[in-house]
């Protein structure tokens, strides 16, 4: 799966949801390179987010690890209201690195929306994952554009990661 790169000067992809949204997807050993920063009642300073996607990224393209701008995966999970978890995917190992591992079944599902809707996200992921008799028991949050490009493209989509278990 990935991004549809554009034509024109922005940052980021064109992003195609369709091979993303309602899907099961099947991860082994997935490769993240993984940091995190502080929040405040979930939401993570716009700086200090800049700053700690340059370093994961500067960090994997120092060892070779970053994968092609269009498969890049960047995810966000907050396991506290004062804490985000960052994941970025990468193509191989970094030793010494705070690297994860992800494995088991995830649902993607894919949203279009500001950052404030996530809660209403969850709440509908719940309920569709329930109809199907499925339950989960973590969110992975992956915004496919940064701010300025998803004012340009008019969609700011997000795909939400369901850990199935």
């Known amino acids: 799966m990935t991004h549809d790169q554009t034509e024109n000067e922005n940052c980021c ?10 899907k099961m997807l099947e991860w082994s050993d997935k490769l993240f390179l993984k940091d995190s920063m502080r929040t405040f009642f979930h939401i993570p300073s716009p700086a200090t987010i800049t700053k700690v996607l340059g370093r994961m990224w500067q960090t994997a393209k120092d060892a070779g690890a970053e994968t092609e701008p269009s ?9 506290s209201a004062f804490r985000s978890d960052y994941y970025l995917s990468l193509q191989k190992d ?3 690195a705070n690297v994860v591992k992800l494995s088991g079944t995830y649902y993607s599902r894919v949203f279009d929306g500001p ?9 509908d992921i719940k309920a569709e994952g329930a ?16 701010p300025k490009c998803a004012k ?8 939400v990661f369901a850990k199935v278990g």
């Open 13 to 22: 992809p064109v992003f195609d949801p369709e091979p993303w949204n309602d």
């Open 71 to 79: 498969d890049v995966i960047i995810m966000a999970n907050d396991p």
């Open 94 to 96: 970094i030793p010494g």
């Open 115 to 123: 950052y404030s809707a996530a809660p209403k996200w969850i709440r």
């Open 131 to 146: 109809a199907k008799g499925l339950s989960f028991t973590d969110f992975y949050f992956y915004y496919t554009t940064c």
């Open 152 to 159: 340009v493209y008019g969609h700011n989509y997000c795909v």
